[in-house]
């Protein structure tokens, strides 16, 4: 597979969090390459003898480029604003010959010698579910147009040249456009593209935008921010923290900060507010806490945003996820009982613990079983998960009572809290077993 883009514009060149549009069009294919590199070294890992080369060779085929043709204006120098980091990662050409764009896409096309070729303009944001979809269609050519006025963008996978006279005049969305309307390509439904995003537990229609002008990079660049935010999520993520990281983001993406850095710093917040906690000393264990709890929020919007999420990001950002309650939890007990083992509060911390752990089974029985989230199973579990007990949910009420002398009390409420969350998860566990029409009543509900 080829990749052909236009990027003879002067509008390629302006940012989005700091990153040209030209380089938000590279870095997926450096990110495929990556992971493709990832597969072939864990399948020789696992020994598959000949069916492990046919398995790499196909997803290569899929998800990787061959090429790619990048198209700047005539007589342009390769251009220095490009990471040289990201370029070594591409097997990229630059072409600078003179000719319109349908001409110089015809040369591409017959260049390409009947591979497949992905067509994408360099001054535009396309999601690239879009891509991964023209990348794995098996129907001959088609185009995806979005409907944007002038803002509209186009992407094209193309399995031969272009009919004589069908990219004479106009940009990308001009010759999709006519390549539509004389049947040379099929349209792409938006429909076609899985609106729904697991990782975010969220429903988000395919987008494809052109940028026309620093407005227009200032309105896409808000809306990648929002389109980050998980569909389900407590109310400080939602309603409390996104001025603060959406503020926190511009220097860091800006200073091209790595996500794993940002986790890192939460990580070391995030433990080192438990002696704090455990001593009674609730302000700076406080402080601390409510960092790592904004940083948490930062780290996965960066990632996303900036195309840097990987594996390891992953595993360190959910582990601490995972991890971190309990310890907060009994160092809370401890704190509020002033060290004594038998005090009520700190039993109380013990059964706060079973009651996360069972309650974080549930929730993984409940994803082994749908392929998604327990919080997205109605819209009831997706509203309910904006006061549902969770960490940042029992911070909030934990922080709120401090001031007020009722520690103790608003911590035996927080575990009451967690215990008829766990119950309510387990609930939702046992009735989706016992329906039969599950998978269909699921499907609706998302």
Not at 51 to 72: C, G, K, N
Not at 396 to 413: C, D, K, N, S
Request: with cysteine.
């Amino acid at each position: 597979m080829r990749i052909w883009i236009d990027a003879t514009r002067p509008e390629s060149r302006l940012e989005i969090f700091s990153m040209s549009l030209l380089e938000r069009q590279l870095r997926p294919f450096a990110l495929a390459e990556e992971k493709v590199s990832a597969l072939k070294a864990g399948v020789q890992q696992a020994g598959l003898g000949a069916a492990r080369d046919q398995f790499v060779q196909l997803a290569r085929s899929h998800t990787s480029a061959s090429e790619i043709w990048v198209e700047l204006p005539e007589g342009d120098p390769t251009p220095d604003w490009i990471p040289q980091s990201l370029l070594d990662k591409l097997p990229i050409h630059w072409k600078t010959e003179p000719g319109t764009t349908g001409e110089r896409l015809q040369r591409g096309l017959r260049d390409a010698d009947g591979e497949t070729v992905i067509a994408l303009s360099g001054d535009t944001v396309v999601d690239q579910r879009i891509v991964e979809q023209l990348a794995w269609w098996e129907k001959g050519s088609i185009a995806f147009v979005s409907d944007e006025g002038e803002k509209s963008a186009a992407a094209i996978r193309f399995e031969q040249p272009l009919p004589e006279g069908g990219g004479d005049e106009g940009d990308l969305v001009e010759i999709a456009r006519n390549a539509i309307t004389v049947g040379f390509v099929e349209q792409m439904a938006p429909e076609s593209v899985d609106a729904y995003i697991k990782k975010l537990r969220r429903h988000l229609p395919p987008f494809a935008i052109r940028v026309n002008g620093e407005a227009t990079c200032a309105e896409t660049e808000r809306y990648l921010f929002e389109s980050n935010y998980k569909g389900s999520t407590d109310f400080l993520t939602k309603w409390v923290y996104p001025p603060l990281v959406w503020r926190m983001l511009q220097p860091l993406t800006r200073n091209r900060v790595a996500p794993n850095v940002v986790t890192c710093v939460g990580i070391v917040c995030c433990f080192g507010s438990v002696p704090f906690f455990g001593s009674g000393m609730w302000l700076p264990g406080l402080i601390l806490a409510y960092v790592m709890s904004v940083l948490d929020s930062v780290d996965g919007k960066l990632a996303r945003v900036t195309f840097q999420s990987s594996a390891q990001g992953d595993a360190l950002d959910h582990g601490m996820d995972i991890i971190h309650p309990p310890f907060w939890y009994w160092a809370w007990g401890w704190g509020l009982s002033g060290g004594d083992p038998y005090s009520g509060v700190v039993q109380a911390s013990m059964w706060m613990v079973v009651f996360y752990i069972f309650d974080r089974i549930m929730e993984v029985l409940f994803t082994a079983s749908t392929g998604k989230s327990i919080h997205g199973y109605t819209e009831f579990d997706n509203r309910i998960r904006t006061f549902i007990s969770r960490r940042n949910v029992n911070l909030a009420l934990f922080t709120v009572a401090l001031p007020f002398g009722l520690g103790i009390e608003a911590f035996y409420l927080i575990v009451a809290w967690q215990g008829l969350s766990a119950i309510y998860h387990f609930a939702r566990v046992i009735q989706f077993w016992n329906d039969s029409d599950n998978e269909m009543m699921y499907k609706g509900a998302d």
